[in-house]
C-alpha cells in the first residue's frame, strides 16, 4: 500500500463544530485530494493541493476549507459541521495529478449528529 | 455533477464468468481511468488508458476505449469470488490536468 494515513479513521460530531481530518503521506507526491463518498453520488471531489500551499476548490468546496503547510500533510477542515456533511472522505495522492494513477488512503467516517 | 456513468449499477455473476462494465462520459479526456473498491476500504488502481489508445490489457483485465462514442468498458475474464467489489471509472478532463472526476460505480457480486 501507499503510505497515506488518514486520521482519525472514524469521528463521531455534534452539529455546529469544527473538525479537521489529517492526512499524512510518505511518498513526497506533489498532489493531494480530498474526496468525499456518498452512496446516491459516488466519489466527489472536495478540495485538492498542487503543491505546499496551493490548493483549489473541487467540485463540492462549501462549507469545507484546506490547507497544506508541508509536502506530507494535507487537512480538510468542516468549519461548523452540519448533517449533510455525514459521509467518508477519502483522501488520495498522486505525483502527476490527473495524468497518473492516484492512491487512496482507507477512508474516515464522519458522523454529524 | 458527475462525469461517468457506469452501467450497469449492480452486477451479478457466477465465479469463472466474464464481467463487462461500462463507463459513459461527456467531455473530451486526457486519460479514463478504472479503479476497485473493496467493503470499507479505499480505492484501488487497476488501469490508466489514453485518449489516443484503444486498449489495453493487464492481467485479466481489458480496458477499451471509444473516444468517438465517449465511451469505455472494463472486461474481467475469468471471475473469482475475489473481484467482488464495486468499479470506478475517473476521467482526466482536457484542460484540467489536476483531477479526476469519478463516476457512482458498478457493484459487481461474484458468487460460487
Known amino acids: 500500500d501507499a503510505g497515506i494515513t488518514q486520521s482519525p479513521r472514524h469521528k463521531v460530531t455534534e452539529t455546529g463544530t469544527p473538525v479537521t481530518l489529517r492526512c499524512h503521506q510518505t511518498?513526497?507526491?506533489?498532489?493531494m485530494y480530498w474526496y468525499r463518498q456518498d452512496p446516491e453520488h459516488g466519489l466527489r471531489l472536495i478540495h485538492y493541493s498542487y503543491g505546499v500551499k496551493d490548493t483549489d476548490k473541487g467540485e463540492v468546496s462549501d462549507g469545507y476549507s484546506v490547507s497544506r503547510s508541508k509536502t506530507e500533510d494535507f487537512l480538510l477542515t468542516l468549519e461548523s459541521a452540519t448533517s449533510s456533511q455525514t459521509s467518508v472522505y477519502f483522501c488520495a495522492i498522486s505525483e502527476g495529478g490527473a495524468n497518473t494513477e492516484a492512491f487512496f488512503g482507507q477512508g474516515t467516517r464522519l458522523t454529524v449528529v | 455533477s458527475q462525469q461517468g456513468e457506469e452501467d450497469p449499477q449492480a452486477l451479478s455473476i457466477q465465479e469463472g464468468e466474464n464481467a463487462t462494465m461500462n463507463c459513459s462520459y461527456k467531455t473530451s479526456i486526457n486519460n479514463l481511468q478504472w479503479y476497485r473498491q473493496n467493503s470499507g476500504r479505499g480505492l484501488v488502481h487497476l488501469i490508466l488508458i489514453r485518449s489516443n489508445e484503444r486498449e489495453k490489457h493487464s492481467g485479466r483485465l481489458r480496458v477499451t476505449l471509444d473516444t468517438s462514442k465517449k465511451s469505455s468498458s472494463l472486461l474481467i475474464t475469468a471471475s473469482r469470488a475475489a473481484d467482488t467489489a464495486s468499479y470506478f471509472c475517473?476521467?482526466?478532463?482536457?484542460?484540467?490536468?489536476?483531477?479526476?472526476?469519478f463516476g457512482t460505480g458498478t457493484r459487481l457480486q461474484v458468487t460460487l
Open positions: 511518498e513526497n507526491h506533489r498532489y
Open positions: 475517473a476521467t482526466a478532463n482536457t484542460g484540467t490536468a489536476s483531477k479526476l472526476t
